[in-house]
Nanobody, 128 residues
Framework: QLVGSGGGSVQSGGSLRGSCRAA????????MAWFRQAPGNELEWLAA???????TYADSVNGRFTISQDNTTNTLFLQMDTLKFEDTAMYYC????????????????????????WGQGTQVTVSS
């Protein structure tokens, strides 16, 4: 079970940190990722840690967001800095036990595939 938290409201330029606690997981056995969805928009991939522990980011957040994990507490984090109004969305964490279906395509900088487990989502609201 994935339990997300850490969303909130902040002004443009501010920071927030999303957290995702994974009960019953051993993180090194899982691929992990963060996604978001704004009202009326499709689900957007943001960042991922793959089976080789390689980290990748979507262009929209590269340089502003940082994904990390704490293996002692089985918690996935998303540090969000220099937030913009367009970052307003519901943020979701996702996980899948290795071998993972999802994969990063360097050709277009996108993540393809699916994840077996999803958190319930945490709202991030950025005011301009």
């Amino acid at each position: 079970q994935l339990v997300g938290s850490g969303g909130g409201s902040v002004q443009s330029g501010g920071s927030l940190r999303g957290s995702c606690r994974a009960a019953g997981y051993t993180f090194t056995n899982y691929c992990m990722a963060w996604f978001r969805q704004a009202p009326g928009n499709e689900l957007e991939w943001l960042a991922a840690i793959d089976s080789e522990r390689t980290i990748t980011y979507a262009d929209s957040v590269n340089g502003r967001f940082t994904i990390s994990q704490d293996n002692t507490t089985n918690t996935l984090f998303l540090q969000m800095d220099t937030l913009k109004f367009e970052d307003t969305a519901m943020y979701y964490c996702a996980a899948e036990r290795i071998p993972c279906r999802a994969y990063f395509s360097p050709a277009d900088g996108k993540l393809y595939g699916d994840f077996a487990s999803w958190g319930q989502g945490t709202q991030v609201t950025v005011s301009s």
